[in-house]
């Protein structure tokens, strides 16, 4: 086999103009069919020129090209458009610049027609898989109250370097109930990182009763120890950010002081619903107005404006016994499996997507703006063009005015300034805010049919059906398989290959236990089923071993938390009524 060859290329003369440069190529779309460095593909080139124009490819060739920001890509970008969270307007992008001719550094390195395979053993994938998974069991009592969860299972798997998503998971300590949620970052982690940290705070404030928030009051004023608000169910790689804990804790305490003065003190029901939506709110308030303030400390002063200058959606549920409410900014999605009397498995969605897809989001967008800014308040089913999600938290530009934005970015560090993201203003950009915070609030009811609730980033619903989650999540749970005849979708099936997905069938009753954690199990599912809906080793170690570069090229971050409830205390709740 021919050595790949390696030229120098200063040392090379200019292609003759006879010679065609190469044709654009599409990059595979993220389905559970897509292709990947199989035997068809002789080498990884069909990959690489796309990725060159696109500056995927920078921090490897990194002579070739140059790009002021990753979130920034040159226009126009040969990627899809819905594979990118932010998309930039190409007047208003950071150009990438070659330093040389690109044809130089195409031609300057030739690979070998021979396929490669690049492998990993079952347990490095497991490795992998199972690197960021967490499992909580709830106890039967907990001292006030039988609770209606089981436990929960969580995991995530990156795509991005460093990965953008965000989870989190606290039981209520003063109040009844659990909270749970995901958080999905965009143009950076910032925003995803201090929402997941803080937001549960402001959740639990706002269901404190007056009473509560005087004596946590009083006890900062005396300098007495605080009143535990939240027992947190981390693993060790979610971290917080001891730097900013002053801050956090200032600005929280501002708002509970103000739920104080709001609060005559009567004993009243507090609506879980607007608990929510005002923390939401408040938060997203507060993220904008530490960014506005700045710091005298540099470090906090660039990590804040860092938090407001990227974005991040959320969706949360608060469980408190047979209460359900999903708060969802985003498109992020929960959805519930229910158990039919036949033993199967029902999907049913408790949260809407905020985007193009959801008319009333667009309705809503078009009322919230003049008129003659319809047709440019949602381009290419992005907003401005640019931002695929309609609400979410940070994101400063899309809210603030161009004078604030300019004022904040001159009086800040260097780094923000240097940084081209912030710099460039939306095209269109007239009437702000174009974006919010304020969640959409679903409550639902649980009933003993309700098994289970999966809480997901768009990583994963970009590559499954809801209907096969709730299935894959449901037989791994019960350890029973509703059987139902092959679909082999069209496919030339030879008879071998069929008796093969027999024999997978019978073998799945044993390899369901293959993964202790249901998130990491459906990962699993997400990232190596084949066309057949079947887990295929070689496609999920191919899928696993893509590096930095190319991961995102095939799917997004995917963070999962499956939520199990315990249906005989769901039983009783009703039995009680």
Request: hydrophobic fraction near 35%; include cysteine.
């Amino acid at each position: 086999m021919e050595r790949p060859r390696r030229a120098c290329p200063r040392s090379r003369s200019p292609p003759p103009r006879a010679v065609v440069p190469p044709r654009r190529q599409g990059i595979p779309v993220r389905t559970s069919s897509l292709p990947l460095f199989s035997d068809a593909m002789p080498a990884p080139t069909q990959l690489f020129f796309p990725l060159f124009r696109n500056c995927e490819l920078s921090r490897i060739y990194g002579t070739a090209c140059y790009c002021h920001h990753k979130h920034l890509c040159c226009s126009p970008p040969y990627i899809p458009q819905n594979r990118l969270r932010y998309t930039p307007h190409p007047a208003y992008a950071t150009f990438c610049r070659p330093r040389e001719n690109w044809w130089q550094y195409t031609q300057g390195r030739r690979y070998a027609s021979t396929p490669q395979k690049f492998y990993l053993t079952p347990p490095q994938v497991n490795s992998i898989l199972k690197a960021n998974e967490y499992s909580f069991k709830v106890p039967e009592f907990d001292g006030k109250n039988v609770s209606s969860i089981l436990g929960f299972d969580s995991n995530q798997l990156p795509a991005n370097a460093p990965i953008e998503d965000r989870r989190s998971a606290a039981t209520c300590l003063q109040t009844r109930g659990m909270l749970l949620g995901v958080f999905d970052g965009h143009a950076g982690c910032a925003c995803s990182q201090a929402v997941s940290e803080r937001l549960f705070y402001y959740i639990a404030v706002s269901l404190l009763p007056h009473e509560t928030l005087l004596e946590i009051e009083n006890a900062v004023e005396s300098g007495r120890a605080l009143l535990p608000i939240l027992q947190w169910h981390k693993h060790p790689n979610d971290y917080f950010s001891k730097e900013a804990s002053k801050l956090y804790f200032n600005s929280l305490r501002t708002y509970w002081q103000e739920l104080i003065d709001l609060n005559t003190g009567e004993s009243a029901d507090i609506d879980v619903k607007e608990a929510l939506i005002n923390a939401f709110k408040r938060l997203d308030n507060d993220i904008s107005l530490e960014a506005q303030v700045g710091d005298p400390n540099s470090f906090l002063n660039y990590l804040v404006l860092r938090v407001a200058f990227s974005g991040a959606t959320a969706c949360v549920a608060h469980v408190d016994g047979v209460d359900l409410h999903v708060a969802n900014t985003g498109d992020s999605r929960a959805m519930l499996g229910v158990q039919e009397e036949d033993g199967s498995w029902s999907a049913v969605t408790l949260s809407n997507d905020h985007n193009a897809q959801n008319e009333r989001e667009l309705e809503r967008l078009k009322l919230e703006h003049p008129k003659n800014e319809a047709k440019s308040v949602v381009k290419q089913d992005r907003l401005l063009g640019l931002l695929m999600p309609f609400r979410a938290f940070g994101d400063v530009k899309f809210k603030w005015s161009i004078d604030l934005q300019k004022r904040v970015i001159e009086s800040g560090p260097d780094q923000l300034n240097d940084n081209e993201y912030t710099k460039f203003i939306p095209p269109n950009y007239h009437t702000p805010p174009y974006l919010t915070a304020e969640p959409e609030v679903t409550y639902h009811r649980l009933r003993p049919q309700d098994k289970f609730l999966v809480l997901a980033t768009d990583g994963l619903w970009e590559t499954m059906h809801r209907q096969d989650v709730v299935r894959i999540v449901g037989e791994y749970l019960t350890g029973m398989h509703h059987q139902q005849p092959i679909a082999v979708g069209g496919y030339k099936v030879t008879l071998g290959q069929m008796h093969g997905l027999l024999t997978e069938r019978r073998a799945k009753m044993s390899s369901v236990f293959e993964d202790q954690n249901a998130a990491t199990h459906l990962i699993r599912h997400a990232v190596g089923n084949n066309e057949f809906g079947a887990v295929d080793h070689e496609r999920l170690s191919k899928m696993l071993s893509l590096p930095e570069e190319l991961a995102r090229m095939y799917r997004d971050d995917i963070t999962i938390i499956v939520v199990q409830f315990n249906s005989h205390v769901v039983g009783a709740y009703q039995n009680q009524e």
